[in-house]
């Protein structure tokens, strides 16, 4: 289904909206009639990152990311370097080439969003979840949402396990400010005006946790683990007004310090088969098979037995597999294994001390 947008063209002319059908090639366009200065950026236009220079004094900041399937950063690249607590922001075309894992991982956070059809949405979609399955932070902004053409994202990143606000139909093209919003919401700190007419519809994600609204009622700003939805777009054809790039800058502090993913420990196998995170409350698991046989990633819930000398994790009855692990904390240790009916992964981790945080929501 084609995208339906408003064309405000007429509206230099005699002050009269007309609306029509907007082709994909035609979005650049659209912001130009609206006084958006469409200048080239050829530095912008490649799938290399945008650097800008790390500033040793606040090296210890957050490392963040703009990925973004667009012409260039916009102001969030120099409104954030304004706050002392943020370490850099680079930028990166994502439109016809995909970073890879390691690339985004070098990062804390990742801001995407996305204002021309990525080469591969599903790719991409699958590419963030693994990110947050590794424990990054992530924000969605618009038209990530955009479900009924290509210019939106897919994959596992835009389902309900991952995403705070889930694809809808359309965009809105119309202004909407700032409505009802949560102040006790360390994103909403000092957060007055927000306005803006790029838009989509979303639908709230079950478990996320609403934090804004736009007047108009369409949701604003969600979370959902250590993702967060904010639903305007911020790339170079901005037409925001407001705190936008202060929401931004609040939200990046809030994944860095108040985000609750799903688990609160992981494990990694010494030989590379396997690594596991559990929640050691809700028994919560999702162990991936990283080589060989059952390669994948496989979710469950299940019991928690917990002494001083050893915590018990084990699948629930029926569960399609038969996860079992065995956390020594004394020792470090930690011994498992998945079974899937076809196959069998183990999992020794000898010294879990020495392992990275793995996993998200």
């Known amino acids: 289904m084609k995208k339906v947008c408003v064309l405000m063209a007429a509206l230099l002319i005699a002050g009269i909206a007309a609306y029509g059908a907007v082709p994909q090639e035609a979005r650049p366009a659209l912001r130009a009639v609206r006084g958006v200065d469409m200048g080239p950026g050829p530095a912008r236009l490649g799938p290399a990152a945008e650097s800008s220079p790390r500033r040793d004094a606040l090296a210890s900041g957050a490392k963040v990311l703009l990925l973004g399937a667009d012409d260039g950063a916009g102001p969030l690249q120099a409104g954030l370097l304004g706050y002392g607590d943020i370490a850099s922001v680079d930028f990166y075309n994502f439109t016809s080439t995909l970073p890879t894992l390691g690339q985004l991982q070098a990062y804390n956070v990742v801001i995407c969003w996305t204002d021309y ?198 699948s629930a009855a029926g569960s399609p597999q038969l996860f079992l692990l065995t956390y020594y904390p004394p020792m470090s240790l930690a011994s498992g294994s998945l079974g899937g009916g076809s196959f069998v992964s183990s999992l020794y981790d000898k010294n879990t001390k020495d392992d990275t945080f793995l996993c998200g929501p």
């Open 117 to 314: 059809q990525p080469s591969d949405p599903v790719a991409a979609g699958n590419l963030l979840a693994d990110y947050v399955d590794g424990g990054g932070k992530l924000v969605l902004s618009v038209f990530a949402f955009s479900g009924a053409d290509y210019w939106g994202l897919s994959g596992r990143v835009m389902t309900a396990a991952y995403t705070p606000l889930l694809n809808g139909e359309y965009d809105h093209y119309t202004w909407a400010n700032l409505g009802t919003y949560n102040a006790s919401s360390p994103i909403m700190q000092g957060i007055t005006t927000i306005g803006d007419d790029f838009r989509d519809f979303t639908t709230l994600s079950p478990g996320a946790t609403l934090v804004a609204s736009w007047s108009d009622g369409e949701n604003l700003v969600a979370t959902k683990g250590c993702i967060v939805g904010i639903n305007l777009y911020p790339g170079p054809y901005y037409d925001f007004s407001g705190d936008v790039v202060a929401l931004y800058h609040n939200t990046v502090n809030y994944l860095m310090t108040s985000c609750v993913g799903l688990y609160d420990l992981s494990f990694k196998d010494d030989y590379g088969r396997s690594s596991v995170c559990v929640n050691s409350k809700t028994g919560d698991w999702q162990y991936s098979v990283l080589s060989g046989l059952g390669k994948g990633i496989y979710k469950g819930k299940g019991s928690v037995t917990k002494t001083a000398a050893q915590w018990s994790f084990r």
